[in-house]
């Protein structure tokens, strides 16, 4: 009788302290990470992502200033680079702060799409040549619908627009944009500085520099321009013949139902 209440004594006491001990410090871990939607807004890639708003506004409004003036023109790509760098920084704040969020997604997207659909207005007021502005009106439009089918296309699979399952479906081109960071960065720096360079040049005074600025251009900046401008047009097709997967897939099931 000794031997047995030994054997059922430590049972009984060592079991329940870890379960209790367990259960305390989950709960407060879940308190302590608990949010708002309020936070959401507050999040500190939401807080980059509002200082990139607001000089992407500010450029605009410089750049518009500079059409008569000639003068502005230095602050006004200064803050788009601004914005522009600011893209970098969002992420990296997401990451450390774990604070991803689809609204920063969208948030960072729209952002984006406007700073550039906002720099290819610009620059169909200051070429004159038709062909040029036509041009210009088309990258501008190819950019929003590209982007905006891509992200659709990812929000229907439930997938992140740049991440690996939510461009499984998609053309090769697309894949490697997304899943090769030095061709990614290639495309979208080379894309942007394309932009920006034609935009100095319009106002830089010429100098030995501008002769760098030119070869830079159209060298390195405009090869990667097309570049991107391809993978626009390849996001494009693929990311409208996911989404046409997705009614067939949703048409077929619901017959399915009816039968």
Request: proline share 4%; with cysteine.
């Amino acid at each position: 009788m000794p031997t047995t209440r030994r054997s059922k004594s430590p049972a009984k006491k060592a079991n329940p302290s870890p379960a209790r001990k367990v259960t305390k410090s989950t709960t407060e871990g879940a308190k302590k990470e608990t949010r708002t939607t309020g936070d959401v807004f507050l999040y500190v890639p939401q807080l980059v992502g509002y200082s990139r708003v607001i000089s992407t506004l500010l450029s605009m409004y410089y750049m518009t200033l500079s059409l008569t003036t000639g003068s502005h023109y230095i602050l006004a790509i200064n803050l788009y680079l601004f914005s522009f760098i600011g893209d970098l920084f969002d992420g990296m704040a997401a990451r450390k702060f774990n604070q991803s969020s689809k609204f920063g997604g969208v948030l960072d997207m729209v952002t984006d799409r406007c700073t550039t659909a906002g720099m290819l207005v610009v620059l169909t007021w200051i070429f004159n040549e038709p062909s040029t502005k036509l041009l210009f009106l088309f990258l501008f439009f190819l950019d929003i619908s590209s982007h905006w089918m891509q992200m659709t296309s990812s929000l229907m699979l439930g997938s992140h627009h740049k991440s690996k399952e939510g461009n499984s479906k998609k053309f090769i081109l697309v894949r490697l944009f997304y899943e090769s960071y030095p061709f990614f960065g290639y495309c979208c720096v080379g894309a942007e500085l394309t932009y920006v360079l034609l935009y100095v040049l319009n106002y830089m005074p010429s100098s030995p520099l501008t002769s760098y600025v030119e070869i830079a251009l159209w060298y390195v900046c405009v090869p990667a321009c097309v570049l991107k401008n391809f993978v626009n047009v390849a996001q494009l097709g693929s990311a409208s013949w996911v989404i046409a997967e997705e009614d067939v897939r949703a048409f077929n099931e619901e017959q399915k139902k009816k039968l």
